[in-house]
């Protein structure tokens, strides 16, 4: 199982998912190759031009991140399942900080069903949302221990059952601990689609949908980690220029190029 050494990072790789995205309590979970409801015809808002887009920009991902790996420690799909819950609304680095001593008192599902809550959550304190994660991590053992033989399961709609485990995190764990084809969309990726004109979808699913479309099956365990590190390493925060950029100086739509230099303007006005 890889393990990066790039641990750090301002904010959590996979910043919102911990159920968020996920279908609500007691719905079943999509099966990766149904379209995600209300999506609408994919086929319709992905057009050509931005099939066009996304083979350059793949190209441009690979020669800048040949070999992305994730920056969640880990040994096993189970301790990437903990990483990846935990990492929702935090950095990596923070939770590589808490997982080695989780990870030795609780390396297996029955080590951590054994833990209280309170346990669980004084090991992670430091990550946001402790006493929810906490919580999750511990049905979400108990789950495992009672109804998989204490293993994780390798199927998308296994996974959104167990507590704390989205969409997108169900994506992760199988495009990285099981090698399936996935591609789990956060906000973050959910943004940047939409600045490089590849998507038009209201939500990360919308837009998970239309990525999977555009993307070669082969390249999407690759590109959504791919796709984070340029964010992180291009995208400030603050308003900038987007003829610099390696990717929105040409992929932008004109409506956004149009808009930044609205903003642009208007920002300079307001601080002469
Ligand atoms: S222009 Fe800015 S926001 Fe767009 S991809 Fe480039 S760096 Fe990121």
Redesign the pocket.
């Known amino acids: 199982m890889r393990v990066s050494a790039s641990a750090g990072g301002r904010r959590g790789f996979y910043a919102d998912d911990a159920g968020r995205g996920a279908p609500r309590r007691g719905r079943r979970g999509l099966p990766l190759s149904k379209k995600v409801k209300g999506a609408g015809s994919v086929r319709r808002r992905v057009g050509a031009e931005a099939a066009v887009k996304a083979a350059r920009i793949q190209v441009i991902l690979d020669s800048l991140y040949p070999e992305p790996a994730i920056p969640l420690e880990h040994a096993d799909p189970f301790t990437l399942l903990v990483a990846v819950v935990l990492s929702a609304q935090t950095t990596d680095k923070k939770v590589n900080q808490v997982t080695p001593a989780l990870f030795a008192a609780a390396p297996t599902p029955e080590a951590l069903a054994r833990l209280s809550v309170a346990e669980i959550a004084a090991f992670i304190r430091e990550v946001g949302l402790a006493p929810q994660k906490a919580r999750a991590l511990h049905g979400l053992a108990e789950r495992l221990v009672n109804e998989h033989g204490s293993r994780v399961p390798a199927t998308f709609e296994q996974l959104v059952q167990l507590p704390g485990v989205g969409r997108k995190t169900a994506n992760v764990v199988l495009s990285q601990a099981f090698g399936q084809p996935a591609f789990p969309v956060d906000t973050h990726i959910h943004r940047?689609a939409a600045?490089w004109g590849l998507s038009r979808g209201r939500t990360p699913d919308h837009t998970e949908q239309d990525l999977r479309r555009l993307f070669p099956e082969a390249a999407w365990n690759r590109l959504h980690l791919q796709i984070i590190y340029f964010?992180r390493e291009?995208?400030p925060a603050l308003r900038?220029d987007?003829g610099a950029?390696p990717?929105?100086s040409w992929a932008?739509t004109k409506q956004r190029i149009a808009d930044e230099r609205r903003r642009g303007a208007g920002s300079q006005r307001a601080r002469g």
Request: net charge positive.
């Open positions: 940047l600045r964010g291009y995208c900038h987007l950029c990717i929105c932008a």
